[in-house]
């Protein structure tokens, strides 16, 4: 239990968890009352976006170097640890937003990759760049299903059933937490 | 504190030199930093010598597991590192302080070696007690329940240095560890390297070439990726004339090999 506890500090989740379901209601008010359904949408996705951007902040040590000469097994912890992440964001915000909770279910799933990828590629204090970078087209632009590349490109925000859309989330999902299980943060 | 022994420990060792390289080259960055370096270690205190940018730094990173070899041969404590071993073994036997190292602020003294060892794999019946053997060894115990960010340079230092302790290493490797100690604190820890030596395979890079004169029982000269120089102290010392820069004997050995270096390359 104790070195659970100290890895979890050393990650400052008892700092960042509290801040991040903060975040998703804060987000998730803002539509509070409106009954446009893709608002919920929208800002359903912005809550998993801006939850998981808060919370990868601790998808990596505070010193890398001597994170990688650790004997511990890290791709397994690596995948557990942002695992639970996205399922505590994205538990909340289907219980808080009025969304269709499949939608936010992906979003997770999306999100928490992106936040994975930019934790491996810019460090754990960049993870939240790219889940900000791609929710924020989604607020701009419509959700036209056609051309494909704007339904990949706005994902998030797509309806519950749209193919390419789970396709992009399951991609982004998957690729991302492998890249960081597998090469950790820089 | 008496405790259990590992069937591993009373192994015999399978390996002749705890550092074996041949000419092994490691990348900084686009720069090969180590380039053709040859180099074989035992049990015992190794002093790593040389200017800014000789490849010290990179040299220890490689010998951390930190940096893969680019070319060459590198064995450490028997296990070539060069194919794909299984490094989470390697790593268990390894004592790592880096140049700079960072931590997570709120966490006591006793708590950051503990989560060290806790990432090193220390059986955890033994975790208390190794966390707090390695704060006695650098004189931290009684600071223990403070915390990291309370602490002065000096003592952040000997935190480092504690942490690299706690697995009991066959191979330590610490990357400039005197800056800042006082002197006092120093010749503790020029003890306190001499007593590991005993037993592990240690390798200090240092600018001050006084602590190696002190502590090493071998010295590692490198100059531009190499290593031009590899011999005990009193060699050293035997290489200098009065002519030589410097104001200690060591010191002016140390100019003279280094000036013998650079005029050879220009040649």
């Known amino acids: 239990m104790r070195p ?27 539509s509070a009352g409106a009954l446009n359904p893709q608002r919920q949408v929208i800002t359903a996705c912005l809550a998993v976006a801006a939850g998981l951007a808060v919370l990868g902040q601790g998808f990596g040590g505070v010193d890398p170097e001597l994170d990688r000469t650790a004997a511990v097994r890290w791709p397994p912890l690596r995948m557990v640890h942002a695992g639970v992440a996205a399922v505590l964001v994205g538990g ?50 419509p959700p036209m299903s056609e051309p494909l590349v704007v339904a990949v490109l706005t994902w998030p925000v797509q309806p519950q059933d749209s193919t390419p859309a789970l396709l992009a989330a399951v991609v982004l999902g998957v690729g991302g937490l492998a890249v960081h299980a597998v090469r950790g943060t820089p | 504190m008496a405790r259990a022994v590992d069937p ?27 380039d053709g370096l040859d180099l074989r270690l035992g049990t015992g205190v190794h002093g790593l010598l040389g200017p800014n940018g000789a490849g010290k730094t990179t040299l220890i990173r490689a010998l951390a597991t930190v940096l893969r070899p680019a070319g060459g041969t590198l064995e450490l ?22 140049q700079d190292f ?27 007690g ?39 290493p066959d191979l330590l490797l610490l990357d400039e560890p005197t800056v800042g100690l006082d002197p006092a604190q ?9 007593d590991i030596g005993d037993q592990s395979c240690v390798v200090v890079s240092t600018h001050l070439i ?58």
């Open chain 1, 4 to 30: 659970l506890v100290l890895y979890l500090r050393s990650r400052q989740v008892p700092l960042a968890l509290p801040g991040s379901l903060l975040a998703v209601v804060a987000v998730v008010m803002t």
């Open chain 1, 92 to 141: 909340v915000t289907v219980m808080v937003s009025t969304a269709p909770a499949g939608v936010v279910l992906r979003a997770a799933l999306g999100f928490v990759g992106l936040a994975a990828l930019a934790a491996a590629l810019f460090g754990r204090q960049l993870a939240w760049t790219l889940p900000v970078a791609w929710a924020l087209p989604g607020v701009v632009m």
């Open chain 2, 8 to 34: 591993a420990e009373l192994a015999p060792t399978q390996h002749a030199w705890e550092v074996d390289a041949g000419a092994v080259r490691v990348r900084a960055g686009r720069r090969m930093a180590v």
């Open chain 2, 77 to 98: 404590l028997g296990v070539d590192v060069g194919g794909r071993p299984d490094l989470r073994a390697l790593r268990r036997r390894i004592g790592y302080l880096p």
């Open chain 2, 102 to 128: 960072g931590f997570y602020k709120r966490f006591t003294v006793r708590e950051f070696v503990e989560h060290m060892a806790w990432l090193k794999e220390v059986d955890r019946r033994r975790v208390p």
């Open chain 2, 130 to 168: 190794a966390v707090q053997e390695a704060l006695e060894r650098v004189g931290l115990a009684d600071r223990a329940g403070d915390t990291m960010r309370t602490l002065s340079g000096g003592m952040l230092r000997r935190a480092g240095i504690a942490q690299a302790l706690v697995n009991d």
């Open chain 2, 186 to 194: 120093r010749l503790d820890f020029r003890k306190l390297l001499r």
């Open chain 2, 210 to 267: 006084e602590d190696v004169a002190a502590a090493c029982n071998r010295v590692v000269l490198m100059h531009t990726g190499k290593a031009v120089f590899q011999g005990a102290p009193q060699d050293l010392v035997d290489a200098g004339a009065d002519s030589d820069l410097g104001d200690t004997p060591i010191e002016r050995g140390y100019s003279a090999l280094l000036a013998q270096h650079r005029e050879g390359a220009r040649r």
